[in-house]
Nanobody
Framework: VQLQAFGGGLVQAGGSLRLSCAASGRTFSGYVMGWFRQAPGKEREFVAAIRWSGGSTYYADSMKGRFTISRDSAKSTVYLQTNSLKPEDTAVYYC?????????????????WGQGTQVTVSS
């Protein structure tokens, strides 16, 4: 299984970025795809998740209304649209995958991880 995250970059506060996670190596129906982020000196935190089958979405409270997770099954790609970015959103953003059972907001339960993409928001 391979997850490749890309789309990060440097953006001014208030700006937007669309992160992508290209998934390959297996069929992901029955899986949950998640986005996490980790800022320097901080623990990895949950951002959002989506069930590959059905498309149900889940968000951390602080991301609701600003971030949107979606997937394109034909392209085996999951997206994270980030809007109204703030300097505190600066972090490395990771995509991850796990079977769609149990807890989905804890990084430790995810089986597969991408390499991360850096998002830097300037004030």
């Amino acid at each position: 299984v391979q997850l490749q995250a890309f789309g990060g970059g440097l953006v001014q506060a208030g700006g937007s970025l669309r992160l992508s996670c290209a998934a390959s190596g297996r069929t992901f129906s029955g899986y949950v795809m998640g986005w996490f982020r980790q800022a320097p000196g901080k623990e990895r935190e949950f951002v959002a998740a989506i069930r590959w089958s059905g498309g149900s979405t889940y968000y951390a409270d602080s991301m609701k209304g600003r971030f949107t997770i979606s997937r394109d099954s034909a392209k085996s790609t999951v997206y994270l649209q980030t809007n109204s970015l703030k300097p505190e959103d600066t972090a490395v953003y990771y995509c991850a995958a796990k079977p769609a059972i149990g807890v989905i907001t804890t990084s430790a339960v995810y089986n597969y991880w991408g390499q991360g993409t850096q998002v830097t928001v300037s004030s």
